[in-house]
Nanobody
Framework: QVQLVESGGGLVQAGGSLRLSCAAS????????MGWFRQAPGKEREFVAT????????SYADSVKGRFTISRDAAKNTGYLEMSSLKPEDTAVYYC???????????????????????WGQGTQVTVSS
């Protein structure tokens, strides 16, 4: 079982940067694929980025490609989302998610669907002002 706690959200001006963190409990977090999703008011939760359990493969939504970077630190049991060149349309609650099915499947595909993940954090608000 894994518990996830996001931090690092806040208010930033357009063009600015933020780094979100996702701290995970559990000794086997290194076996979990990790993803970031976001949900703006009145909209459905959408995929942002994912990194596989080994950290060797990443995938991004087209809307953030080239501006956001997902990473993880196995020693710290923590995942990150570095966000730069932020736009007002990036305003949302950001959620991290994790799941070990990718590790145990023995095969890779980008985990970009909400139902790819069984564990979710509580979310952190990111607000980008224009």
């Amino acid at each position: 079982q894994v518990q996830l706690v996001e931090s690092g959200g806040g208010l930033v001006q357009a063009g600015g940067s933020l780094r979100l963190s996702c701290a995970a409990s559990g000794r086997t977090f290194s076996r979990y694929d990790m993803g970031w999703f976001r949900q703006a008011p009145g909209k459905e939760r959408e995929f942002v980025a994912t990194i596989n359990w080994s950290g060797g493969r990443t995938s991004y939504a087209d809307s953030v490609k080239g501006r956001f970077t997902i990473s993880r630190d196995a020693a710290k049991n923590t995942g990150y989302l570095e966000m730069s060149s932020l736009k007002p349309e990036d305003t949302a609650v950001y959620y991290c998610a994790a799941d070990a099915r990718g590790f145990y499947s023995g095969s890779y595909r980008p985990r970009s669907r909400r139902d790819d993940y069984g564990y979710w954090g509580q979310g952190t608000q990111v607000t980008v002002s224009s």
